[in-house]
């Protein structure tokens, strides 16, 4: 007979905070704002030695399977639980699509307004419907994400508005996460974990979590932290901020990344790469793993299996070692992209010998 009553030790999962509250700054008082986050799948990939002679141990860290399609959802539980600890009545974020479309889901869900900046023009369609339909107040800036965070910087020092990029330290905080699920899912910290870089944050939080995760005894090794920018919009491979970036991959579309210290630290400390990837290299790295491995993924995650592809073909990776990749959010956000690949179908008389004819060769 169900009870109605829910064990808090039973195998539900309610999200991050509850997952590893023991190493997040929470406490009893902190109301927890989740959408169950988190415990994303794990997958190695099956197909990629054959199709195109990738002969290591990878996984991809599917991301895009958080509640509103990417890993902000990890940072957004903490951030927004924080500000209604902290009594915020709004959130304001400036973004590329994902955090706006976290931030709007995240403050529906406390109850409170987001304000929300995004590039006019170039952010995916997918992620203004999100912020839209979860009622954010969207407005697009005549200018770049860079634009837009300066922006925002100048209003939270002005109002009392709670601003929730990931310069706000609990967003960070909350993605940490993402290692503690690869070191829990693969039983161990892996060799090495690629993922895209675009205002830096990601790359920065999950060096952190494998070091607080080492620290708590629960690991006993650090991963080799590999970055990968568009090579349109990569300041951290130049050494100097880029004024006018452009890649096709627009959730990474960043001149200037607040967290470029913290990509350069995780770089230096693990002894890993920060990259450049070309548009052409995404976009196949976006084809391949949709097609080959079955996880739709948006053309910014694909950056980290290119530059994974890129490193591959120079021998840097040791025999036997797991590479993690990173797939940072959906592909269902930006089907705009998906009809740039891919042909049109063909259109077919709606009868059986015409579609007999159309599958000739295919079976
Ligand atoms: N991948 C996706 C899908 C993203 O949306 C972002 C960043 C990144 C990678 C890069 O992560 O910024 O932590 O280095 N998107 C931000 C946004 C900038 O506004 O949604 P990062």
């Not at 997952?19 to 990939?45: A, C, H, M, Q, W």
């Not at 509640?67 to 009545?89: C, H, I, N, V, Y």
């Not at 940490?176 to 939080?205: M, R, W």
């Not at 096709?248 to 450049?276: F, H, L, M, Q, Y």
Request: net charge positive; hydrophobic share 40%; glycine share 10%.
């Amino acid at each position: 007979m169900p009870t109605g009553k829910m064990s808090s030790t039973g195998a539900v999962w309610k999200g991050i905070i509850d997952k590893y509250r023991d190493l997040l700054p929470v406490t009893e008082k902190t109301p927890v704002i989740t959408l169950n986050e988190g415990n994303t799948p794990f997958i190695r990939s099956r197909n990629l030695k054959k199709k195109i002679g990738l002969d290591i141990e990878l996984y991809f860290k599917f991301d895009g399977a958080n509640p509103t399609g990417s890993f902000k959802d990890r940072g957004m539980t903490l951030a927004l639980s924080k500000a209604m600890e902290e009594g915020a009545k709004a959130v304001i974020c400036a973004s590329t699509g994902n955090t706006s479309a976290s931030a709007a889901a995240y403050a529906a869900r406390a109850g409170i307004r987001a304000i929300v900046l995004i590039p006019e023009g170039k952010i995916a369609l997918g992620k203004l419907a999100q912020a839209l339909v979860h009622g954010a107040h969207v407005l697009q800036v005549e200018g770049n994400f860079d634009e837009a965070l300066s922006i925002v910087k100048a209003l939270v020092r002005k109002y009392s508005i709670t601003l929730v990029n990931s310069i706000n330290p609990y967003r960070l905080e909350g993605q940490k996460s993402a290692a503690f699920e690869i070191c829990d899912q693969l039983g161990c910290a892996p060799g090495y974990h690629a993922l895209p870089v675009g205002n830096a944050g990601n790359i920065t939080a999950c060096w952190k979590g494998y070091k607080t995760y080492r620290d708590n005894k629960r690991t006993s090794s650090l991963p080799v932290m590999l970055g990968f920018q568009a090579a349109g919009a990569a300041p951290i491979v130049l050494g100097r901020p880029v004024e006018k970036p452009e890649t096709v991959a627009t959730a990474i579309r960043i001149g200037n990344p607040a967290s470029w210290k913290g990509a350069v630290a995780a770089r230096d400390e693990s002894g890993g790469r920060i990259d450049a990837v070309t548009d052409d290299e995404i976009l196949n790295a976006y084809k391949l793993i949709a097609s080959a491995e079955g996880i739709f993924c948006e053309p910014a995650s694909a950056a980290s299996l290119a530059g994974v592809i890129k490193l591959y073909k120079e021998n840097y990776f040791r025999p036997g070692t797991a590479v993690v990749c990173t797939l940072t959010g959906n592909g269902l956000k930006d089907p705009d992209t998906v009809f740039k690949v891919s042909e049109e179908p063909l259109k077919v008389k709606a009868d059986v010998s015409a579609v007999e004819k159309a599958i000739e060769g295919v079976i």
